[in-house]
């Protein structure tokens, strides 16, 4: 059985006032019986990993280099991620790959580094307005699938977030049966690249507008392993709700 994820994405939201709110998350689940993930802002991430030691909390990277280390002014290496207490890290979110560019190689030389450090990849993917529209989400989703993940890749080391960009912060969300086409397709592509073992293993989360109001319905739906969550991660009020749903979903 896949152990099921709740993480939550701080975006540039965060100063250390904000490491109350983490530890509150930290304490509403203290026997948490699905994996709990938070990636607050690098300048947060020591003091995080701090704040929640030896709580059910973990704490990731919002973005890595391919590179270890190098003549890279203002990018940080998955090593230095690793070294502050990072245990996983995001790889292409749909704002990294619109406002830097990114695209599926630079993503998977990102994964390759993260995990060459030890860390999990969360690899995001997920199509745009106009490519749902155009009914192009399947063909979008299973190339940005296959150009972003590396070859040869340990299950339990990669998750695959899919997060159509058109609902991301913007209170849509996929129907549950638009979700579950995409999650089941997901699953069926990377069984039939890296065969069943490995692709079982591999946690699929959702991500888009998930609030403690939908978030039941959501976990509900087939091959959906968790979420990765964006505003609703910023408070304990909001973020909880969200983790005790994903438990109930878990059995």
Known sequence: MRRKLA????????????????????????????????????T???????????????????DCHAANAGAHTGDI?????????A?????????RRADHGETDAQVCDKARAALEAGLIAIICIGETLAQREAGQT?????????????????????VIAYEPVWAIGTGLV???????????????????RFG?????????LYGGSVKPGNAAEIFA???VDGALVGGASLTAADFSPIVTALEQAAG
């Open 196 to 204: 069943s073992e490995t692709a079982e293993a591999i946690r699929l």
């Open 221 to 223: 739906v087939s091959n």
């Open 174 to 192: 996929p129907t549950l049966d638009q979700i579950a086409e995409v999650h089941d397709t997901l699953r069926q592509q990377l069984i039939g």
């Open 77 to 85: 290496g998955a090593s230095m991620l690793a070294d502050a207490g």
């Open 87 to 95: 245990s996983a890290v995001i790889l292409g979110h749909s704002e």
């Open 7 to 42: 993480a939550g994405n701080w975006k540039m939201n965060g100063t250390g006032e904000a490491l109350t709110a983490l530890e509150a998350i930290a304490g509403a689940h203290p026997a948490a019986t699905v994996d709990l993930l938070i990636c607050p802002p690098a």
């Open 44 to 62: 947060l991430l020591y003091r995080a990993a701090q704040a929640v030691s030896g709580s059910r909390v973990r704490i990731g990277g919002q």
């Open 138 to 158: 399947l063909d979008v989703v299973c190339a940005q699938l296959a150009g972003s993940v590396p070859d040869g890749i340990d299950g339990t080391q990669v």
